[in-house]
């Protein structure tokens, strides 16, 4: 059983840019979640993704967007960087139902310069 | 409201147990989780509690659930050095017709030889 990946493992970006980032989800897992995590924090939820659409979402401006393919997989697209928005930025693939167990990967180090 | 917390340090020696605490407030977690952050690293999901169980073992772990003060206690039986990681709790709540996870802080545990 192939657990959750993301790519790129760490970026950096300057202030103004956009980014993509992705994730490959748990196998069988049909729903992923993304969150942010700044140094010293608890992750903070992003937003849910559920056959391809966004299912519920955080208190995160609209210039974080995500889309889900066909296979689960996803991305994280965040436009006109801030230098807030330097984090370790995660994916988490859960299966719909309870009890809602969420499967992280081992994040993407974005820092914003 | 959505809130957890939990206290931010603690050290035990090793062979000694460890009892994590994490205090949280909305009402329609159903279920709740504990997560082990190693440096660098992402999330691992390490075991979980439905709210109408007072109590779940699973090997050296031993979770405790007071509903009715909104407590939760995560105690590690004979610690051991590889224990020593960042704990989180975290409540799965309702977002949109999402599973939201909302984490405390984490709880850095150092065991000492």
């Known amino acids: 059983e192939t657990g959750v990946t993301q790519s790129p493992t760490h970026l950096i970006k300057t202030r103004g840019q956009q980014v993509t980032l992705r994730c490959s989800s748990q196998s069988g897992h049909n729903t992923v979640s993304w969150y942010q995590q700044a140094l010293g924090q608890g992750p903070q939820f992003i937003f849910q993704y559920y056959r391809e659409e966004e299912n519920g979402r955080g208190n995160f401006p609209p210039r974080f967007s995500g889309l889900q393919f066909p296979n689960y997989s996803s991305e994280l697209n965040v436009n006109a960087l801030e230098l807030d928005d330097s984090a370790l930025y995660l994916c988490?693939?859960?299966?719909?139902?309870?009890?809602?167990?969420?499967?992280f990967g081992p994040g993407t180090r974005l820092t914003v310069t | 409201g959505e809130d957890v917390e939990q206290s931010l340090f603690l050290s035990v020696r090793e062979g000694d147990s460890s009892v994590i605490n994490c205090t949280y407030t909305?009402?329609?977690?159903?279920?709740l989780y504990w997560y082990k952050q190693e440096p660098g690293a992402g999330l691992q999901l390490l075991t979980y509690?439905?709210?109408?169980?007072d109590m779940k073992q699973d090997q050296r772990l031993t979770v405790l659930l007071n509903k009715k003060d909104k407590h939760l206690s995560l105690r590690i039986a004979d610690t051991q050095t590889g224990d020593s990681a960042i704990y989180f709790c975290?409540?799965?709540?309702?977002?949109?017709?999402?599973?939201?996870?909302?984490f405390g802080s984490g709880t850095q545990l150092t065991v000492l030889p």
């Open positions: 909305d009402s329609s977690s159903t279920y």
């Open positions: 988490a693939s859960s299966l719909s139902g309870p009890p809602y167990e969420q499967y």
């Open positions: 509690i439905f709210s109408n169980m």
């Open positions: 975290a409540e799965s709540i309702p977002s949109g017709s999402a599973r939201q996870l909302t």
